[in-house]
């Protein structure tokens, strides 16, 4: 058993903050790094040491993977939490950690590196019978033989790049004409994106659901599942709305799913926290990949199980036994969670920059924001425009769209363009609110929703001026995320 005295958090924003809340409680001492854009960053007042890291760009301050590994020796940390997002699932990254003496908090970099690449993770848990997607599992970059292949599967197919992810390297081809040239595009965009051209052919569901499965493995062999997360409202692959549990899994198949999500884990040693996502459609289920970090979402999780993921990850890094088992775990009410971004969502989601001028966060039971900004943080070119997570927890789904909405009306946000009109639209849907929905939610009902957003423009004088008045009489306070949101107090 090794002792964590002291984390360095290899990250920024609201995660880095997140990780912060468990290692207070936790009386674990925490390092933070920041770059020279985040010198006001709210978290530097919540660690207990900080260092500047470098520039603003990502690959001279979050990403200089020796230099991390420098200050963390030189502030003689005993750990290293990666958050997720840059280093988070490099596998050099983690090995170099390891190698340093230091205790990466995450899973082995073998793990790491068998998950990242998609073809090698199909290949890896094919041995325990996890369902695929009917396809052609190897890398291939001959066009020709490509097409020979997608005839075979059948139009529509899917071309995913192999080391891909966030949508990159993806192409929907549904017919024969068109193959050659989205072929083209998609090995492009992969060498670029990830210096990686191989792509690999698969059957496209036309509308499935993004279902995945969070797990916790100790390093003794002990691995469980905490049920499932839907997260099937996203734009450009990427998610923007999720909820616990879904309102289409069963508690037959969720045990199913279960087990296999686990036997994922099991098939490549896997230890820490991690999800394996599933695609989803007409009740059947299959394996898409696994994300060998902690979730953007995992907050849902932790609002129906009651437990705190980070503190998981740490006690499973200092090797300690998971203190649950299958049998322990419930599943406590519904939760949902948005994320606030700074986009635009009536120009396509188109990523904003600025100033926040005004600031309010919606408080009460059940109700949770991470984040890690304050009025007159800037939202930059630099990083992603994620500006918070807005989560709420009750007894069931139909409560817990209702408070949703309700603490999106009480979020104030001036001075960005954020996602938080459009995800009030999608929670408000007749098909979101029915659980008849999929992963062209978004494509499907954008117009409908610029329509909306059309039809409301006159109120923005109004607005414009409620704006003036409230910041003349806003009254400086402070600003705590911890005491805030009090969610480690009362979840």
Not at 133 to 146: F, H, M, Q, R, S
Request: charged residues 25%; hydrophobic residues 40%.
């Amino acid at each position: 058993m090794r002792k964590i005295k002291k984390i360095l958090i290899a990250n920024r924003g609201e995660i880095a903050l997140r990780v912060v809340k468990s290692c207070m409680k936790m009386g674990i001492k925490t390092v933070g790094i920041f770059s020279e854009a985040d010198k006001d960053s709210p978290l530097l007042e919540y660690v207990d040491e900080q260092i500047l890291i470098g520039p603003a760009p990502s690959n001279k301050s979050y990403l200089n993977q020796d230099l991390i590994i420098k200050k963390s020796l030189e502030m003689k940390v005993d750990a290293i939490h990666p958050g997720y997002g840059f280093l988070s699932e490099n596998a050099s990254f983690a090995e170099k950690v390891i190698k340093a003496g230091i205790i990466f908090i995450g899973p082995s970099p073998k793990s790491i590196e068998i998950m990242g690449d998609k073809l090698s993770a199909k290949k890896t848990v094919s041995k325990f019978d996890i369902p695929l997607v009917p396809g052609l599992n190897e890398e291939i970059k001959d066009v020709d033989k490509a097409m020979l292949a997608a005839e075979k599967i059948g139009f529509p197919v899917l071309i995913k790049a192999s080391a891909g992810g966030g949508g990159k390297g993806m192409r929907i081809v549904h017919e024969k004409k068109n193959f050659k040239q989205q072929m083209k595009r998609a090995v492009s965009e992969a060498e670029n994106s990830f210096g990686n051209g191989a792509v690999f052919i698969e059957k496209y569901l036309s509308k499935p659901r993004h279902i995945e499965i969070q797990i916790l493995a100790d390093q003794h062999g002990n691995v469980v599942h905490l049920f499932e997360r839907d997260c099937s409202i996203q734009r450009r692959h990427q998610k923007i709305v999720e909820e616990a549990p879904s309102a289409v899994v069963s508690k037959e198949l969720r045990e199913i799913m279960g087990k296999a999500a686990c036997n994922v884990a099991r098939s490549c040693n896997y230890h820490g926290a991690g999800t394996v996502e599933f695609i989803f459609e007409n009740n059947s289920f299959y394996f898409l990949e696994m994300n060998t970090r902690l979730q953007v979402e995992h907050p849902v999780t932790e609002m129906i199980t009651g437990l705190d993921l980070v503190e998981e990850q740490i006690n499973i890094a200092k090797g300690e036994k998971l203190t649950i088992s299958q049998k322990d775990l419930k599943i406590n009410g519904h939760a949902i969670e948005i994320r606030v971004c700074a986009e635009d969502p009536f120009n396509n989601f188109i990523p904003d920059t600025g100033i926040i001028e005004l600031y309010e966060i919606p408080k009460g039971n059940g109700v949770r924001v991470d984040d890690c900004t304050k009025e007159g943080s800037e939202v930059s070119i630099y990083y992603d425009p994620m500006v918070s997570k807005l989560i709420v927890h009750a007894d069931n789904r139909k409560e817990a769209i209702e408070k949703m909405i309700n603490a999106i009306n009480h979020y104030t946000i001036y001075g960005i363009k954020t996602t938080l009109s459009f995800c009030k639209y999608a929670l408000n849907h007749p098909d979101f609110r029915s659980g008849n929905f999929d992963t062209g939610f978004v494509n499907l009902y954008m117009e409908d929703y610029k329509s909306m957003v059309i039809e409301n423009n006159s109120n923005k004088v109004g607005l414009a001026a409620i704006f003036q008045l409230n910041k003349m009489d806003k009254i400086s306070t402070s600003f705590l995320p911890s005491t805030a949101t009090n969610w480690l107090r009362n979840r």
